[in-house]
């Protein structure tokens, strides 16, 4: 399709529906990365306790949690987000209320963050000595 | 066919602006399609409960270990849990690679080895991770 003047240096215009569709596949291309590594490191403990405790030992690293708390997000907002995307398609009428229902939306998953982040952030402060 | 309501400063490129949301018409597409709503409905209790339980209650991470695992899966139910989400979140997620796979990578040949590789990875993990699930036995290490 050609470009039209006024689409120009705008990002599809900046529609909230743009912003979580983006979101939407960044945050699935995250977590199924992980997945497919997670599914091997949890593997191991079918190798005895050693080997397990070896390859998990990552996971107590203070980068790592802080990386596990961005896959914690990315879950959430993907779940959401997809709880969303199934209103809208199994009820299209509310189509019409996009921008409140993605408001809402965003709520929910900042709502939801923030023990999350308190929580998770608390234990990479405690790993960093910091706490 | 319904009429906009709202003002657009440019005209859209379609000659019937939709208000609602595409679906894909029928087919495999369709039945993909549904598959995606269906299994993320099941995903959003299973991986973010896992998530939950896992990564943030009580200690979160820190108290996983070989002990806990084993305790854990010595419960039949958690084992399902576990299998379910695995199979469910390797194949919503790898169908998910191959609807972008159709929008960025546009010569046939490659597109099928992109998602070929990925369903084979999907595979392979799939029968590791089943087999762990289902035949792990702390016994065999002295564990309870």
Known sequence: MAKRRADVGTLYRGSPGQWSWLAHRVTGVAIILFLFVHVVDTAVVGWGPEAYERVSSVYHNWFVLLLELGLVAAVLFHALNGLKIMVFDFWPSTVRHMRPISAATTLVFVLAMVPIVWIMGGSVLEKLGWL | ?144
């Open chain 2, 1 to 144: 066919m319904a009429t906009p309501t709202m003002e657009r400063a440019t005209p859209l490129a379609e000659p019937a602006p939709r208000i609602s949301r595409e679906r894909p018409a029928g087919g495999f597409e369709l039945w993909s399609w549904l598959f995606m709503r269906l299994s993320g409905i099941v995903l959003l209790f299973l991986a973010v409960g896992h998530v939950l339980i896992m990564h943030v209650m009580d200690e979160g991470i820190d108290r996983v270990d070989f002990g806990f695992v084993a305790a854990r899966w010595a419960s039949p139910f958690w084992r399902t849990w576990d299998w379910a989400m695995l199979t469910l979140a390797l194949v919503h997620g790898i169908n998910g690679l191959r609807v972008i796979a159709q929008d960025y990578v546009r010569r046939p040949g490659a597109r099928f080895a992109v998602n070929a590789s990925f369903a084979i990875l999907g595979f392979v993990l799939f029968v590791l991770g089943t087999v762990v699930v289902f035949t792990f036995d702390p016994s065999r290490w002295g564990a309870a």
